[in-house]
């Protein structure tokens, strides 16, 4: 393995697997820590909550599978497998788990 290329999964399903949702926890686990980015898996059982929060660099946070509800400098959005958000460096947010899922945090910087 070389710091240039890094096979950090071949798949989702070997997240989920390594990383699955606890009932009522809140499960967190570096999968990357590379040069100007980290990559975290957070595992949320459906009604757990990150409350609001900052990050010192800018992150993009991408649902995996389940639904949450994000918010973010006064706005509200509904994320379902696939959809993607930015949040620039110190901006308040939170995260509700609608259901039970897994969400992909990136850390830029």
Do not use: N, W
Request: hydrophobic share 50%; with cysteine; glycine share 8%.
């Amino acid at each position: 393995m070389t710091d240039s290329f890094i096979v950090v999964a071949t798949a989702a399903d070997e997240i989920a697997a390594a990383h699955p949702v606890e009932p009522a926890r809140i499960s967190t686990a570096r999968l990357l820590k590379a040069d100007g980015v980290r990559l975290m898996h957070l595992a949320l059982d459906a009604g757990e909550a990150l409350t609001e929060h900052t990050a010192a660099v800018p992150i993009t946070v991408q649902c995996l599978e389940g639904r949450f509800r994000f918010e973010a400098d006064g706005r509200v959005v509904e994320l379902a497998p696939g959809g993607i958000v930015y949040v620039a460096a110190r901006v308040p947010h939170a995260v509700h788990a609608l259901d039970a899922g897994r969400l992909l945090l990136s850390l830029h910087g």
